[in-house]
């Protein structure tokens, strides 16, 4: 069995915020952000929400690949800043695109979310219990941000990409999902965090839990764990897929901070041209930076059949993982 990416989507916030508006908000400048982290301005929501971001973004997925919301098995969305607890993101985003057939449900892997969606979606389809699936990496993290706090606020950005996989029968040459590897580390989990509620019910005086519930994040920790880790998994990846750094056209990662990706390319000892970027223009969407990028390539036609791809994300949790992949 060949599991095949045939579709992929994406969708913005129209509101462009660049680093110049950001210096009006918090005491930061254009220069800092831009040489610290690469990125030059972001989208952030004047309205849209994640699920009617994914809609769009899955829309469009199935859109390139030529189906219809009625063909599609298993909807999966991967966010960390979902509007609602309850329902689940990926059942209202079945509920606006008329997916009647589907089964959703949402993941919580923050940055490595696609990823971890992908893997998830991979194991479904490789049993046959489904033929196919939309994943989606979504998120408005503008809500959970503290634009107070400069050292979070200026990183971050809102979307959705999409992605539609297929289960297809195995043909001569080999293509479609190769390899994964995943990982995780709870004991480091508060790194990077954000806390949901506090606890409160009639058995407690008080309300456990913060007052504030905005991402808090130790930004060097998590460069240190991003530069370390995610070469180790991505040659891991590639030793189960049987294939070398040399073999791959391009590495598709998370798109946190340019210079972590720098680092990366340098410890697989890769140039960095072979690491695509948009990061400048759209910050970190945290789960959506991997499907974003990866809908941008493909509709530019910078994927051409037969190249071979490594996706990567790492992030809070802390999650990480790598897949590899022959595009067809
Ligand atoms: O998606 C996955 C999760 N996130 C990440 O992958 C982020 C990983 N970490 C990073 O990308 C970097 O650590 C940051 C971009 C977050 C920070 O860069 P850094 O080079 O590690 O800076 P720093 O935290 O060491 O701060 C250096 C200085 C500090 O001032 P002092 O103490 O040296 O006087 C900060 O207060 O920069 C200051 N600073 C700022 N200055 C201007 C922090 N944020 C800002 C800001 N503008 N926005």
């Not at 998830?120 to 503008?142: D, H, I, K």
């Not at 809102?158 to 590897?181: L, N, Q, R």
């Not at 990077?192 to 009639?202: F, H, V």
Request: aromatic content about 6%; proline content about 2%; some cysteine.
């Amino acid at each position: 069995m060949m599991i095949n990416i045939t579709g992929t989507g994406r969708a913005l916030p129209e509101n462009t915020v660049t680093n110049f508006d950001m210096a009006k908000l918090v005491e930061t400048s254009d220069e800092w952000i831009r040489e610290r982290t690469g990125i030059v301005e972001r989208r952030i929501s004047t309205g849209d929400t994640v699920a009617s971001l994914s809609a769009k973004a899955c829309e469009l997925a199935l859109e390139m690949a030529g189906k219809k919301a009625e063909d599609v098995d298993l909807i999966i969305v991967a966010t960390c800043s979902p509007e609602m607890l309850l329902p689940c993101a990926a059942c209202q985003v079945q509920g606006i695109i008329g997916a009647k057939n589907a089964v959703a449900f949402d993941l919580n892997a923050a940055c490595s979310g696609f990823l971890f969606g992908l893997s998830t979606v991979y194991a479904y389809l490789q049993t046959g219990l489904y033929r196919n699936a939309l994943v989606v990496g979504a998120e408005v993290l503008s809500k959970i941000i503290d634009w107070t706090d400069r050292s979070t606020c200026v990183l971050f950005g809102d979307g959705a990409g999409a992605a539609f996989v297929e289960a297809c029968e195995e043909t001569e040459e080999k293509a479609g999902i190769i390899s994964i590897s995943q990982g995780s580390d709870g004991a480091r989990g508060m790194v990077l965090s954000c806390q949901e509620r506090k606890l409160s019910n009639p058995y407690i005086t008080e309300a456990i839990g913060e007052e504030n519930n905005f991402v808090h994040m130790d930004g060097q920790e998590v460069y240190k764990f991003a530069v370390k880790q995610v070469p180790v998994c991505i040659q891991d990846a590639l030793n189960k897929a049987g294939l070398t750094v040399e073999d791959i056209d391009h590495f598709v990662l998370h798109q946190a901070n340019v210079r972590i990706l720098e680092g990366v390319a340098k410890r697989l000892k890769v140039d960095v041209s072979k690491f695509p970027m948009n990061l400048n223009r759209v910050g970190n969407m945290s789960s959506a930076t991997i499907p974003v990028l990866l809908d941008e390539l493909n509709r530019e036609g910078k994927l051409k059949k037969g190249e071979k791809i490594v996706l990567s994300g790492f992030g809070a949790g802390l999650t990480y993982g790598a897949c590899v992949m022959i595009w067809n």
